[in-house]
């Protein structure tokens, strides 16, 4: 089964650095943080930011030559993981035609939010991903046990991400 989620914000593992991506499902009852690279970070934040640069980025050109070769993104869906990293598709049509491309999910989600589509993830990434075993790489974060991490996620507001800077 398929969830609906959005990117709910980006936030900064306080030990290591690393970019994090939240997803929350669309009632905000599920989050998903995934961490990911610094320059798929900037390329999310600066679509979420609606900042305009000079020259295009690589999701952008993605972007700009998909609309040039008519083809459609129409969905992403982060659809498995497997000892912590995380997988996608992005769902394209041309013409009748619907192809699937393996993708890196901060790839995949820098693509749909610039092609407006929807971002969907697999119940069961959802289910594993409350077995993630945070290392010390990530962060100190195996103070916290899964519930409190869980619930930590789970309330977070937008009043809790400032604008992120790069």
Same mark, same amino acid.
């Given at each position: 089964?398929?969830?609906?989620?959005?990117? =709910?914000?980006?936030?900064?593992?306080?030990?290591?650095?690393?970019?994090?991506?939240?997803?929350?499902?669309?009632?905000?009852?599920?989050?998903?943080?995934?961490?990911?690279?610094?320059?798929? &970070?900037?390329?999310? &934040?600066?679509?979420?930011?609606?900042?305009?640069?000079?020259?295009?980025?690589?999701?952008?050109?993605?972007? +700009?030559?998909? !609309?040039?070769?008519?083809?459609?993104?129409?969905?992403?869906?982060?659809?498995?993981?497997?000892?912590?990293? $995380? =997988? @996608?598709?992005?769902? =394209?049509? !041309?013409?009748? @035609?619907?192809?699937?491309?393996?993708?890196?999910?901060? +790839? @995949?989600?820098?693509? &749909?939010?610039? &092609?407006?589509?929807?971002?969907?993830?697999?119940?069961?990434?959802?289910? !594993?991903?409350? +077995?993630?075993?945070?290392?010390?790489?990530?962060?100190?974060?195996?103070?916290?046990?899964?519930?409190?991490?869980?619930? =930590?996620?789970?309330?977070?507001?937008?009043?809790? $991400?400032?604008?992120?800077?790069?």
């Amino acid at each position: 089964m398929l969830i609906e989620m959005k990117v =709910f914000g980006l936030a900064v593992d306080p030990v290591t650095n690393t970019p994090i991506v939240i997803l929350k499902d669309l009632q905000e009852k599920s989050a998903l943080p995934i961490w990911i690279g610094l320059f798929e &970070a900037s390329a999310i &934040a600066t679509q979420l930011e609606k900042i305009r640069l000079s020259r295009p980025m690589t999701h952008d050109l993605m972007n +700009d030559m998909l !609309k040039v070769l008519e083809v459609n993104v129409i969905k992403v869906v982060i659809n498995d993981l497997k000892n912590d990293t $995380f =997988f @996608a598709l992005i769902h =394209f049509t !041309k013409g009748r @035609a619907e192809v699937m491309v393996d993708s890196r999910p901060s +790839d @995949a989600i820098a693509i &749909a939010l610039r &092609a407006d589509a929807p971002i969907y993830v697999d119940k069961k990434v959802i289910e !594993k991903s409350t +077995d993630i075993s945070f290392s010390p790489k990530r962060g100190d974060i195996n103070k916290y046990t899964k519930d409190q991490l869980k619930e =930590f996620l789970e309330n977070l507001s937008p009043e809790d $991400f400032g604008k992120y800077k790069m």
